[in-house]
Each structure stands twice: as structure tokens, then as C-alpha cells.
């Protein structure tokens, strides 16, 4: 009985195989370039088929407009310091607007605001005292003194973006 049931086991999957392997190469499994080209005509014969979305003429003239507006900030943009850039600019601005590109980001305006307010604002994150799970979290890390070099940079983007002009 176990030899019966052995053989005919044996007999299905070399029949599976022979089966599969006439059904052609990308079910045999190996043929690389086939297997792929079929996955291609699957794709493209599927009506769920994602497309790429091309880009509509408003979307380039937005993408437009955007770089122009980057080369102006860019060229009125008054220097910070390389700690500011890395660790406040990509939620504040690289200048303290609270935008990039148009957008307006995450963070407050920070532009305009005096060294002591900023400073205030920071311990007041820092210490829980003003709730913000973003800052907070941020501000864990520094100091004290830290944060008053922060403010201090921050009060005088006034005065930076004036001697530009
Ligand atoms: C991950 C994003 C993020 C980063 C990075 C970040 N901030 Fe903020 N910041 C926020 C958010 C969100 C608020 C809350 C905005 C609000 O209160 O309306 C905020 C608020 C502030 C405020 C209060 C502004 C106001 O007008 O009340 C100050 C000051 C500030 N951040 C300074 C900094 C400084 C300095 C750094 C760099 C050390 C920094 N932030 C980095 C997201 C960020």
C-alpha cells in the first residue's frame, strides 16, 4: 500500500513538471529576462495598472515658480550658523520664515522675534511648561546655554537680512 501510494505521488509531481515546463519558461522558474517580460505584460494588460502620473502643466509651472522663488530667498538669504541649518532651518525656515518653496513648514515664523522672547519660548518648551511634543523633544538635548546662542542668532536675523541690503 505505501509503495502504491510512494509511486503514484512520484507519478503527479514528475507529471506537475513536465506540465509546467511546457507551459513555458517564466513557470519553469531560471529564465530571468522571461519572467520579468511576463510580469511587464501583466502589468500593462492589468486595468489597475499604476501608471506614472504625468505631470500636468499647472504642476510645471508650479515647479517653475518655485525654483525662481528659491533663487530669490536664496540670493537675499543672509548667513546662519551651521548648528541653526541642521537642527532648527528644516521645520523654521533656513532663515526663519516658517516657509520653503511657498509652503508654509511645521514650525512658527521665527524671523522678527527678539533674542529674549525666542529664549523664552525655548525654556518654556523645554521645561513642559509650553506643551509642543516636537520641541520638547528637540530641546531635551540642549542646554541651557544652547539655547540662549539660538535665541541670540534668531533676534538678530533682523540685522543680518538689513546688512544685505
Ligand atoms: C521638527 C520640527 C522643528 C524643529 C527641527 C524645530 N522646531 Fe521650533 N517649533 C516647531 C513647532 C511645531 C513649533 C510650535 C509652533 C507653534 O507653537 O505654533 C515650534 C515652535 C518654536 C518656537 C516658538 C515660536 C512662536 O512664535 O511661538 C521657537 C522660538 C522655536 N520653535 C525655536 C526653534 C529652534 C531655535 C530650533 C532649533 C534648535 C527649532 N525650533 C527646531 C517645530 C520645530
Redesign the pocket.
Known amino acids: 500500500m505505501k509503495n502504491i501510494i510512494a509511486g503514484l505521488s512520484t507519478i503527479i509531481v514528475i507529471g506537475l513538471m513536465a506540465y509546467t515546463a511546457n507551459t513555458g519558461g517564466a513557470y519553469h522558474g531560471g529564465e530571468h529576462g522571461k519572467v520579468i517580460k511576463d510580469f511587464g505584460d501583466t502589468i500593462s494588460n492589468s486595468t489597475v495598472a499604476v501608471k506614472p502620473k504625468e505631470k500636468s502643466d499647472r504642476d510645471k509651472e508650479n515647479d517653475a515658480l518655485n525654483a525662481l522663488r528659491d533663487k530669490a530667498g536664496n540670493a537675499g538669504a543672509f548667513k546662519v550658523s551651521q548648528?541653526?541649518k541642521s537642527?532648527?532651518a528644516?521645520?523654521?525656515g533656513v532663515n526663519g520664515s516658517g516657509m520653503q518653496n511657498g509652503k508654509k513648514l511645521?514650525?512658527?515664523?521665527?524671523f522678527g522675534?527678539s533674542a529674549d522672547?525666542?529664549y523664552n519660548?525655548?525654556i518654556e518648551?523645554k521645561s513642559g511648561r509650553?506643551e509642543?511634543v516636537?520641541?520638547k523633544g528637540?530641546?531635551i538635548s540642549?542646554s541651557k546655554d544652547d539655547?540662549k546662542v539660538?535665541?541670540d542668532e534668531?533676534g538678530e536675523f533682523p540685522a543680518r537680512a538689513e546688512a544685505l541690503k
Open positions: 548648528a541653526y537642527k532648527c528644516s521645520c523654521h511645521m514650525g512658527a515664523k521665527l522675534q522672547k525666542v519660548s525655548l518648551f509650553r509642543n516636537v520641541m528637540l530641546l540642549l539655547l539660538f535665541a534668531i
